[in-house]
């Protein structure tokens, strides 16, 4: 099931950071045509991420794992700056990604959602 943890996403909105935010997107998709449905919801989600000044900077399909241990591959990765959390906030309470994200959550069997926020550069 895909649903946001809500203690989780009330600390993340909770932090006064005004610099951009890159989500990390892990996806799993339903092997019953997940993958299309995954599809179907980016051609609807790309142009409202605009509207919030979101854009995708990377998606790339999973390769065979290389480390050993506990291994979780993933069928998608997504990589998506927003220009603060409240961009993010706002995206998801929108009607419009609403109907989107309906589309996008038949199409996972399970994700991981990362916040990342630049590291200090290493000198």
Known sequence: MV????AAFADFLAEDDDSAVVMLNLLR??????????LEYLRMAEPILARFGA???????????LTDGEVQAW??????QYPARAAFKEMVDDPDYQVAFQ?????????????????????
Do not use: N
């Open 3 to 6: 649903s946001f943890s809500a």
């Open 29 to 38: 998709f339903d092997p019953d045509g997940g993958r299309e449905r995954h």
């Open 55 to 65: 854009k995708i900077l990377f998606r790339g399909d999973g390769l065979p794992v």
């Open 75 to 80: 069928d998608v990765v997504l990589l998506v």
């Open 103 to 123: 589309i996008g959550k038949s199409a996972l069997a399970d994700i991981v959602l990362q916040p990342l926020k630049q590291s200090a550069r290493l000198m």
